[in-house]
């Protein structure tokens, strides 16, 4: 069965330092990679998505994130962190072998910057 | 462009009492549609997952049912709501491997 690990379950940062919020999954096939962000008491909103190609995927608000096949991980990176950042983040996973959509998430990463 | 609708964006309920939250979609036709509940300070659960009108499947036994009487619409309902329903409940759409969220409803059971 597939699943996802977020390493932590909470990062603090200081304003413009960079970050890092790691993830890594298992899977004994393909899969597609995702990573969303959640606002207090709002819906998840997609950051960024591996589907195939290059490995480095840049995504919205200044995310990038890089596939790696050998370690299994897509971790999430920003140079530089705004206030605005301060939200929760998820790694998702797609499992490309069911008749539907089904994707896996990771038990979320809480980012708080620090002014 | 495709949006997702939920409302109510909030409700309060008290214990024994019915529940329907309703989800619709615009923009995109035969979505593969998806409810899910998120507890608080926790991650998400898928409740329902639905490829087609009347075609409903659910990924865990609990208190809920979920119907989709139209292509872009999905409706999740109790006939009696439990304390443990509480939770922030998604409503999300995909086409191909990529699913979008709405913007939630928050329930809370009292």
């Known amino acids: 069965a597939q699943s996802v690990t977020q390493l932590d379950s909470q990062v603090p940062v200081f304003e413009e330092a960079p970050v890092e919020l790691r993830c890594n999954y298992s899977s004994s096939v393909s899969v ?3 990573w969303y962000v959640q606002y ?4 998840l909103q997609l950051l960024l998505k591996y589907l195939s190609g290059s490995t480095l995927v840049k995504g919205i608000n200044g995310f990038e994130a890089e596939f790696n096949k050998s370690q299994t991980s897509f971790h999430l990176r920003k140079p530089s962190v705004h ?21 896996i998430f990771g038990p979320g990463t809480s980012l708080s910057v620090i002014p | 462009s495709q949006t997702i609708h939920q409302w109510p964006a909030t ?14 979609v615009e923009g995109t036709s035969n979505p593969n549609l998806y409810w899910y509940r998120q507890a608080a300070g926790r991650g998400l659960q ?31 309902s109790s006939k009696k709501l439990l304390l443990s329903d509480s939770g922030f409940y998604l409503c999300a759409w995909s086409s191909q491997e990529t699913q979008y969220f709405g913007p939630g409803t928050r329930l809370l059971v009292l």
Do not use: H
Request: proline fraction near 7%.
């Open chain 1, 32 to 34: 597609y990679l995702f």
């Open chain 2, 46 to 76: 898928l409740l329902f997952y639905s490829v087609g009108i009347g075609q409903i499947s659910s990924e865990v036994p609990q208190n809920l049912s979920a119907s989709r009487p139209q292509d872009r619409q999905f409706i999740l």
């Open chain 2, 11 to 24: 409700l309060v309920q008290p214990v024994g009492s019915p529940l329907s939250l309703e989800c619709t």
């Open chain 1, 83 to 103: 206030i605005s950042d301060t939200a929760e983040y998820f790694c998702a996973v797609s499992d490309l072998r069911t008749s539907y959509d089904k994707v």
């Open chain 1, 40 to 43: 207090p008491n709002q819906g």
